[in-house]
């Protein structure tokens, strides 16, 4: 079922909207005693008398995620999606890390049992697991004819585990490089080295992710993480971390609030998301640069999955709601407040239409050069990922 294209008129006004906003992403993260999440939330248990699945839906996301207006409290292009559809999107921002939150719901998923949510963004490499367990259901293409024309080309078998995208579409493709504080290091941050200068000791940080983390020390050591290797490739990184952080030189492991050591200045290099650091020069000035080195950087998908709890008229509606977003206009809404990489063709000239400057950066809309430098962590067994996570957060001492 295609939904109707948006009216230009409606999404102009979501765009004066957002740009009337004091407000920005980052300054909501550190201050907003209530946040999105919690509204979602409170939106929710008011549905009691509705039917779930008949009168509305519900999506699990990760934080600052989806446009938001702080001042009105709303997401604006779900909004405009719940009052056209006839249904209501519930939409909770509960995803803080992929394995904590599948833990939350791994009981059910094993079961096949409702999980509370309709559809969920975990990463690609935890939709692998869920693949490979047969926890999740096949789309039906017949109602995203937008995800069909517009998902972008290289996306439809970057996951190695879902040749085709018949389980997993993505919502959006975070990318990692280097980052440095441009006052504080001059030289730059270009190789895995650079990380290793006396002084920048203690000034370090690198990502509680182990694929982004790994991944680049790897590339970085002439290993190609989309291909073969093994132990021996994987031990030799590992050996690099633990002698960084034995030694003092890398002083921060953060997962998403490593933003706020780069903020503070107590880290002035680091392993880094693209679009935190494009919202952290959109609140602070162009006090950092990132890069994706010529080794490589990562990138992967955040992407929406269907439980097998999920009923066929929820799943139905999930669909719909996906091929809304996969509305090029739809999309640069939502693109220009993540400020990652959007996975929807179209996006920039959209943007470029309603006069968003986002459409000109480089980190958002990476060029061929930098696209070819952005490379996919392979597909992990389920051996060889219980034996590189437990090595990686034993180093890390998470």
């Known amino acids: 079922m295609a939904m109707r294209e948006p009216q230009d008129s409606m999404i102009r006004d979501l765009v004066n909207l957002i740009r009337g906003q004091s407000m920005s992403r980052r300054t909501l993260m550190r201050g907003a005693a209530l946040g999105a999440a919690g509204i979602g939330a409170l939106s929710l248990t008011g549905c009691s008398s509705s039917k779930r699945g008949e009168d509305f839906i519900v999506f699990g996301n990760w934080t600052f995620y989806l446009d938001y207006l702080q001042e009105s409290k709303e997401f604006p292009t779900l909004e405009a999606f719940n009052e056209q559809a006839g249904f209501t999107v519930k939409y909770l921002e509960e995803i803080d890390d992929n394995n904590t939150f599948y833990g939350t719901i791994k009981d059910q998923l094993a079961t096949g049992k409702d999980t509370g949510y309709d559809v969920i963004a975990f990463t690609d490499w935890m939709n692998a697991r869920l693949i490979r367990a047969g926890q999740i259901q096949e789309y039906d293409y017949n109602n995203m004819p937008n995800v069909t024309a517009n998902l972008i080309d290289s996306q439809w078998d970057a996951l190695d585990a879902d040749e085709g995208r018949k389980y997993t579409v993505p919502w959006q493709l975070p990318a ?176 470029r239409e309603l006069g968003l400057e986002s459409a000109e950066n480089p980190l958002i809309f990476p060029d061929d050069e930098m696209s070819k430098r952005l490379v996919n962590f392979r597909t992990l067994t389920p051996e060889e990922e219980q034996k590189y996570e437990t090595a990686f957060q034993n180093v890390m001492g998470l």
Request: no cysteine.
């Open 176 to 351: 990692s490089g280097f980052v440095w504080n441009t006052e504080e290091v001059p030289k730059g941050i270009y190789e895995l080295e650079d990380f290793m200068r006396p002084e920048l000791k203690g000034k370090v940080g690198v990502l509680s992710e182990m694929r982004d983390t790994m991944g680049m020390i790897m590339q970085a050591q002439g290993v190609n993480v989309t291909g073969e290797w093994g132990d021996t490739e994987f031990d030799k990184a590992l050996e690099w971390l633990d002698d960084g952080l034995k030694s003092g030189q890398i002083g921060q492991v953060k997962g998403n609030s490593y933003t706020q050591d780069l903020e503070r200045g107590d880290t002035l290099a680091a392993m880094a998301w693209t679009g935190d650091v494009v919202m952290m020069n959109t609140d602070n000035g162009p006090l950092w640069t990132l890069e994706v080195p010529e080794s490589g950087g990562m990138i992967t998908a955040d992407s929406m999955t269907v439980p097998n709890g999920t009923s066929q008229e929820a799943k139905a509606k999930v669909e719909e709601m996906i091929d809304y977003y996969y509305d090029p206009h739809v999309q640069a809404q939502v693109a220009d407040y993540v400020t990652f990489v959007p996975p929807v063709k179209g996006t920039q000239e959209a943007m």
